[in-house]
């Protein structure tokens, strides 16, 4: 068995690094290139071929071979020096279970070759039915799987190799009654699943008629476990050191056409969601952003969200998407639609933003029962309250925005277990944002009934929610004293509102003639104040009213449209601060 220092002695330094970096001369024994683990416009990056260790004199990292493979794969150092020791052609010493795993990739790599040679014929006019070109499918290793019983055991036998081996690589099955075995893939196009680190590992097979089941995957071994793998992530490590995007579709064909056509980040989850397994590959591959792009059927929403619920942890820019015209991306770019391709990529919604509108086009928010829902659905992304999380903060904003909710009221059912539990109508009305209007409209009142010439300082276009407000606003044009403000309304049912307001307006404690007079005078005084400050109020709440309604029909609009939106919506967040600073110049 070789050594790590067998592995070094067969290698060159300077030619591993310069798969990732542009060396040229710099002395003798020396070359410099731009460092790949920061951004450089000169070069600082140094490596000394005859000591055999690399140095950046920017970001300081250094090493030797192992270490560079390393970091830059971002790989563990028995994975580094596996990669390498592959690389020089020395075999190390397998840990414990590597060893059968190194076997499953030879017995695959048979069985590749099987496949490959029998793919000509119908298996290659269904590829290039679908616009695959040759070099595309000579690039991903496609194959055809016979549709015989026997074909590949046949070939494996005369090869030396035992049933065995094709079990535990998942390549035969066995019939528990019999104890017979025979091919697991037939009458497949075969696809060659690939780990991160291009470890052969499995296969998809995919028929080529409308026979059952459609897709077929080799079933968990030692080397094959379909929650930590993507397909095509291979090759789409490229576009994460290049620091693209990853884009996560459903299918192999949408990631094999994808990549044919420039679209290099593509890779898919095997058959299942995103896992924390998935995420925390990503994220220790230095995935930073990620754009799912999933069928819009109900299978496809929920595939995303799952999606979401994943790789929230890893700190990625996330953005869910899918092709406008309803197609998945390989039928859309059969068809010519790479603009649509693009156009969606370019948009997209944001997670928060997702999450919410699946809620509300799910359940609605035009019903108390839609409502109800809508918050249910969003509370395990909403709970979150650490300040940290942005992401939980924006969608509490939102789900008010949208469902007309005070934020106090919001954090208050949030941080009650009890009130999580139900959410009653009753619950659903205290929230409201519009209840808190209507208490302004009450409070205006109970200020008019102190003084109603006060009623000359509005300007007779506020949009009262309180019917009873209105009423009362509108009777009391040219009263004199709250009394004959109440006389209009004797026997009707607004009179017990007022003779609320007005007992709530008075201080029965006043112990003598002087304190009263005194209190009548400051509250007279008050209340002018009060007239100004809660008109202010409601105008700052119509003008935050026609925000959200912009910002709904915003996010229904079109890319090209949503600027417009955007600008409409400025001037009103204008609005809203001038009227705030009025409020504080009067205050």
Known sequence: ???????????????????????????????????????????????????????????????????????????????????????????????????????????????????????????????????????????????????????????????????????EAGLLTENPESGRVYDRFRGRVMFPIRDHLGRLVGFGGRVLDDSKPKYLNTPETEAFHKG??????????????????????????DVITLHQHGFTGAVASLGTALTAEHAALLERLGASSLALMFDRDEAGLKATLSGLDQVLGAKFRVRATSVPSGKDPADALLAGDEAGIREALAGGLDEVRFRVQAAVEAHGVGTSEGKRRVLMALLPRMQNLDPLDEGAERMRTLACELLGIRPEALLEWIGSKARRRTLTDTHLAGMSAARAEEDRELALLRQLLVDPSLLAKLDGTTPWRNESVRKVMLAAQGAQSPDDILEVFRGQPEEPLLIRLMFESRDPGAPSRATSELYEQKVAAYAAAAVDDIQVGLSIDSLRAEVDLLKRQMAAAAPGEQISYLRQIQELQRAIEAEKRARRSGA
């Open 1 to 167: 068995m070789g050594t790590k220092e067998d592995v070094r002695a067969r290698l060159n330094i300077a030619d591993v690094i310069g798969e990732h970096v542009r060396l040229s001369p710099a002395g003798k024994g020396r070359l410099k290139g731009l460092c790949p683990f920061h951004k450089e416009k000169s070069p600082s990056f140094q490596v000394d071929t005859e000591q055999g260790y690399f140095y950046c004199f920017g970001c300081k990292a250094g090493g030797d071979v192992f270490s560079f493979v390393q970091r830059v794969e971002n790989l563990s150092f028995g994975d580094a020096l596996r990669q390498l020791a592959d690389k020089a052609g020395v075999q190390v010493e397998a840990r414990y279970g590597e060893r059968s795993s190194r076997d499953l990739y030879d017995v695959n790599a048979f069985a590749l070759e099987y496949f490959r040679e029998h793919l000509p014929g119908p298996a290659l006019d269904y590829l290039r039915r679908r616009g695959l070109t040759d070099a595309t499918v000579t690039a991903f290793e496609l194959g055809y799987a016979p549709d015989a019983w026997d074909g590949l055991l046949k070939r494996a036998r005369a090869r030396n190799l035992t049933e065995r081996q094709l079990l």
């Open 228 to 253: 930590e793998l993507l397909y095509g992530l291979d090759k789409a490590r490229s576009a994460l050191r290049e620091g693209g995007e990853l884009i996560v579709v459903e299918g192999y064909m």
